[in-house]
């Protein structure tokens, strides 16, 4: 098992910048990629960054590319997320993943692990 816990999020104006942090706990060897999927009422969740366990290779939703980033933190076990150039649209719960797939998959369902998500609020 692997336990995710999510920190950072908040509220920010348009054009302001946030971070994420998630930190793995357990057995952190199942997790071969890990990531930020994002959801809102009445939507299903969506990808929004992922990285692979080696920190070699990230993959991004089109509508974060150039805005977001994701990294391995200094801690280790640790993602982070950078936002900047925050939109209204960014607006949604915020959810860790991590998957035992090889591969950084797209769908939420390939994934087998998730934090209880922090709030992300950018008002116009």
């Known amino acids: 098992q692997v336990q995710l816990v999510e920190s950072g999020g908040g509220s920010v104006q348009a054009g302001g910048s946030l971070r994420l942090s998630c930190a793995a706990s357990?057995?952190?060897?199942?997790?071969?990629?890990m990531g930020w999927f994002r959801q809102t009422p009445g939507r299903e969740r969506e990808e929004v960054a992922l990285i692979y366990a080696s920190g070699l290779s990230t993959r991004y939703a089109d509508a974060v590319k150039g805005r977001f980033t994701i990294s391995q933190g200094n801690a280790p076990n640790t993602v982070l997320l950078q936002m900047d150039s925050l939109e209204p649209d960014d607006t949604a719960m915020y959810f860790c993943?991590?998957?035992?797939?090889?591969?950084?998959?797209?769908?939420?369902?390939?994934?087998?692990?998730w934090g209880q998500g922090t709030q992300v609020t950018v008002s116009s």
């Open positions: 993943a991590a998957g035992r797939s090889p591969f950084c998959l797209a769908g939420w369902t390939d994934y087998d692990f």
């Open positions: 357990g057995y952190t060897a199942s997790r071969n990629c």
